[in-house]
């Protein structure tokens, strides 16, 4: 089975007032992710340089956490390991019951992704949710998409950090070439306006971060946005002239009345 993995284009989807940032290539203008919205194309390209492999993001996660959450809040983190497997549509199924089997998962059942076929499997490990959506795609290949997830990073540190290796090791022995991105969510310390807020987890960023500069900006009424070049974190996205290895927001919550900050490497790819 030949594998590929195409980076040459970022998907940047606007949902409500929250914008979902994907770095996804190679389906021209269908999206490769479980959002329902329409989006706008910008020009990516995944470079690296050095070390940055998933662990050590964890850990720098990790720290910037503590400067740029609420003390004592719980930091939800989200890792995605995504490729492309050139597997034919009628070898769909049984490719994806052994990669679920491998990652410790339900046995696949099938779904629909805008049309095309797709399955799906989910399971739980040390309190880390783990899914699995391998979608067919026109060309005859399938996309991979293994997601990690945990609500409360101090809680299951440990239990991230395993999955993460093995779900980047069970890719690896399906033949599958996986990029990843990651990103971590809590309450702001600032409850001002989003901007505010966003101003003050940036000098918790900078601090984390040397070398930190803001090259891209997004605002809205209850979000405000800011991605940066950053010397040494090993793996950027190209997006006009710039090479972007950190994204940070900020979104107002009105249902929570707080405002909730995001930080994505080496973008954001969950919603605000």
Same mark, same amino acid.
Request: some cysteine; hydrophobic content about 45%; aromatic content about 4%.
């Given at each position: 089975?030949? =594998?590929?993995?195409?980076?040459?284009?970022?998907?940047?989807?606007?949902?409500?007032?929250?914008?979902?940032?994907?770095?996804?290539? %190679?389906?021209?203008?269908?999206?490769?992710?479980? *959002?329902?919205?329409?989006?706008?194309?910008?020009?990516?390209?995944?470079?690296?340089? $050095?070390?940055?492999?998933?662990?050590?993001?964890?850990?720098?996660?990790?720290?910037?956490?503590?400067?740029?959450?609420?003390?004592?809040?719980?930091?939800?983190?989200?890792?995605?390991?995504?490729?492309?497997?050139?597997?034919?549509?009628?070898? %769909?199924?049984?490719?994806?019951?052994?990669?679920?089997?491998?990652? $410790?998962?339900?046995?696949? =059942?099938?779904?629909?992704?805008?049309?095309?076929? *797709?399955?799906?499997?989910?399971?739980?490990?040390?309190?880390?949710? /783990?899914?699995?959506?391998?979608? *067919?795609? !026109?060309?005859?290949?399938?996309?991979?998409?293994?997601?990690?997830?945990?609500?409360?990073?101090? *809680?299951?540190?440990?239990?991230?950090?395993?999955?993460?290796?093995?779900?980047?090791?069970?890719?690896?022995?399906?033949? /599958?070439?996986?990029?990843?991105?990651?990103?971590?969510?809590?309450?702001?310390?600032?409850?001002? !306006?989003?901007?505010?807020?966003?101003?003050?987890?940036?000098?918790?960023?900078?601090?984390?971060?040397?070398?930190?500069?803001?090259?891209?900006?997004?605002?809205?009424?209850?979000?405000?946005? +800011?991605?940066?070049?950053?010397?040494?974190?090993?793996?950027?996205?190209?997006?006009?002239?710039?090479?972007?290895? =950190?994204?940070?927001?900020?979104?107002? !919550?009105?249902?929570?009345?707080?405002?909730?900050?995001?930080?994505?490497?080496? +973008? /954001?790819?969950?919603?605000?």
């Amino acid at each position: 089975m030949r =594998v590929t993995v195409r980076w040459g284009k970022m998907i940047v989807l606007l949902a409500g007032c929250c914008v979902i940032a994907a770095a996804l290539a %190679g389906f021209g203008d269908s999206l490769r992710n479980e *959002a329902e919205a329409s989006g706008a194309e910008r020009g990516a390209e995944v470079q690296r340089a $050095g070390s940055g492999e998933p662990a050590e993001t964890l850990t720098r996660l990790a720290a910037i956490a503590g400067r740029v959450t609420e003390p004592g809040s719980k930091v939800r983190v989200v890792l995605k390991w995504q490729g492309e497997t050139e597997t034919a549509p009628a070898e %769909g199924a049984s490719a994806s019951a052994e990669l679920a089997e491998d990652l $410790g998962l339900s046995l696949p =059942v099938p779904a629909d992704m805008e049309g095309h076929a *797709a399955y799906r499997a989910a399971g739980e490990s040390g309190g880390v949710q /783990i899914k699995l959506m391998e979608t *067919a795609l !026109d060309d005859g290949s399938s996309y991979v998409i293994v997601t990690l997830e945990t609500a409360d990073l101090a *809680a299951t540190e440990a239990a991230f950090r395993a999955g993460a290796d093995a779900a980047g090791a069970a890719l690896a022995r399906a033949g /599958i070439t996986a990029d990843w991105n990651m990103s971590m969510q809590g309450t702001a310390p600032g409850q001002g !306006d989003p901007q505010s807020a966003l101003a003050l987890a940036q000098r918790g960023l900078a601090a984390s971060l040397p070398g930190l500069k803001a090259e891209e900006s997004y605002t809205d009424a209850a979000t405000a946005s +800011l991605s940066y070049s950053a010397p040494g974190l090993g793996r950027s996205i190209r997006s006009g002239n710039h090479l972007l290895g =950190v994204q940070a927001a900020v979104h107002y !919550d009105g249902i929570r009345d707080i405002n909730r900050v995001t930080i994505g490497f080496p +973008l /954001i790819t969950i919603e605000y």
